[in-house]
């Protein structure tokens, strides 16, 4: 491909050299440069690309993508100044691999909770729905069948292009993407064109990285701000902010809730262990999936099909056949009865939703008993929260240790532990050692009581000190019942 047909739609400031040059790849990583390849230099949060320029050069870079040339320059390189090369990567590699997002229909997902349980739920009702459909989720990736390890939550713009390329190339038809803040914010959908765009809810979440919740709010309002006309935009009308992300989107407006008024409405009349009884405006439909939270999720999944022009009939039907997301609200029981749940909340509102579902649930004697820890390298002012909310529905807590990354694991808990009020601190314990919090768990619980294991939900691994080890809540919670 020739650089000028790359650079389509960026807005260029400056070019030193030929733009007939031959690019054979785009890539952000130097290490990753190859002879013709367009290297973008990217001021990520560890580094910044430019100083990696000249490497880029050496190994045979055919043209540079820059905010600012370099002091020394080669004759045989192509130097494209732009204002912003985050927002620049995304274009070229869109253009690098054919627009693929204009060639099926792409919809984003985008809040704190409940992304990927929304994404899995519309990529299973529309393979039910006889489609070839692609995945992009925190969980995993899938092209129809085929599984593709997830490393981020939303990937990179050079590989998230790529894989549209590939599903395009498998005749997909549509494609559901979690689309988190932080993509937003380093513009990896940069260059990609939505049917649509979904908005669950926003708590708080990620302060570490935004630094302030205004901040927060203003990057997930940005992916609807970017919208066209030509899309839909669906926003959870229950949610304070929900109609914040409609304030300047040019995309069609539509809404969904519980309790206000909405183009999609739904209610809760039965409620199981098993499954609920949804009435989906003015239809009723039995689903697998339980709680307050999963009726959003049911309704935003119904609506967002109503907009890409499914029949009311086949999409209720299909909703009632479709399961969740692995490590969301999962259930596993042991020989005497007791209730394991394994779960990814790991924020308070997420932790209160999972909580007072099962509180909901639960019947007279039946003792709640939540296994939780925080993640280190993380936002820390929701550590004390967090306890906080568990302990409000729980008897029993025990604090323990999520992914402490490259923390102290007791440093950690002691911030969790700064929520507990003083008269309560007789129902929690601390056992840093996360196996052991879960043995224990099941051991303190007698038949008929429920255990929640919550915040790592499908994770397969711990990370302490920078390494990965395998660890899955599952696989340990079936493993204790089965001693």
């Known amino acids: 491909m020739i650089l000028k047909e790359l650079l389509h739609a960026i807005p260029v400031v400056q070019v030193v050299g ?14 990753k440069v190859e002879k013709n390849t367009l290297f973008v230099a990217i001021r990520g949060v560890q580094t910044d690309g430019h100083l990696y320029v000249g490497k880029a050069i050496a190994l045979s870079a055919s043209a540079v993508l820059v905010e600012q040339l370099p002091q020394q320059m080669d004759d045989n390189t192509t130097y494209v ?14 253009n690098y691999y054919g627009n693929p997002s204009q060639e099926l229909k792409l919809v984003g997902i985008t809040g704190t909770n409940g992304k990927t349980t929304v994404a899995t739920l519309l990529f299973n ?11 992009l989720s925190t969980v995993e990736n899938k092209i129809g069948d085929r599984i593709i390890p997830a490393t981020h939550t939303t990937p990179d713009p050079v590989a998230l292009n790529k894989l549209l390329s590939d599903m395009v190339d498998e005749g997909c038809d549509y494609c559901f993407m979690e689309v988190s803040s932080h993509a937003i914010v380093q513009q990896r959908i940069a260059g990609l064109r939505f049917a649509g765009g979904l908005f669950t809810n926003i708590t ?11 901040k927060y709010i203003k ?27 409609l304030q300047n989107t040019f995309a069609h407006k539509k809404t969904y809730g519980l309790h206000q008024v909405a183009d999609f409405k739904a209610r809760v009349i039965e409620s199981h262990f098993d499954g609920m009884l949804l009435q989906i405006d003015s239809h009723e439909v039995w689903v697998k ?5 999963n009726a959003y999720n049911l309704l935003a999944v119904y609506g967002a099909a109503v907009l890409l022009e499914q029949e009311t009939l086949k999409i209720l039907t299909a909703i009632s056949e479709i399961t969740g997301a692995q490590g969301r609200f999962e259930t596993v029981r042991s020989k005497n009865g007791i209730v394991g749940i394994v779960d990814y909340a790991h924020t308070p509102d997420a932790v209160e939703n999972v909580l007072t579902t099962i509180k909901d649930l639960k019947v007279v004697g039946q003792q709640i008993i939540t296994v939780l820890g925080c993640g280190g390298d993380r936002d820390k002012t ?62 303190i619980a007698s038949a008929g009581d429920i255990v929640l294991i919550a915040g790592k939900g499908h994770e397969k691994y711990q990370e302490v000190s920078g390494v990965r080890h395998h660890f899955d809540d599952k696989e340990e919670l079936e493993k204790t019942f089965n001693e």
Do not use: W
């Not at 030929?18 to 290490?31: G, N, Q």
């Not at 100044?81 to 869109?94: E, F, H, M, N």
């Not at 708080?204 to 205004?214: A, C, I, P």
């Not at 999936?289 to 939270?293: A, C, N, Q, R, S």
């Open 18 to 31: 030929s733009l007939e040059v031959e690019v054979a790849s785009v890539c952000f990583d130097s290490r």
């Open 81 to 94: 100044v732009v204002g912003d090369t985050s927002y620049a990567l995304g274009i070229a590699a869109s």
């Open 125 to 135: 009702l529309f393979r039910q729905l006889g489609y070839h459909v692609g995945l």
């Open 204 to 214: 708080h979440d990620h302060l570490d990285f935004h630094g302030s919740f205004d």
């Open 219 to 245: 990057a997930k309002k940005k992916f609807f701000d970017d919208l066209d006309r030509y899309a839909f935009a669906l926003t959870n009308t229950d949610d304070k902010n929900g109609q914040v992300m």
């Open 289 to 293: 999936l339980v709680g307050g939270f």
């Open 382 to 443: 929701k550590r004390p929260e967090m306890a906080r909310v568990a302990l409000k529905y729980s008897d029993k807590v025990i604090i323990t240790s999520d992914n402490p990354r490259t923390e102290d694991p007791l440093t950690i808990i002691k911030d969790m532990e700064a929520g507990i009020p003083a008269e309560k601190k007789k129902n929690v314990f601390t056992i840093s050692d996360r196996r052991e919090a879960i043995r224990a768990a099941c051991h």
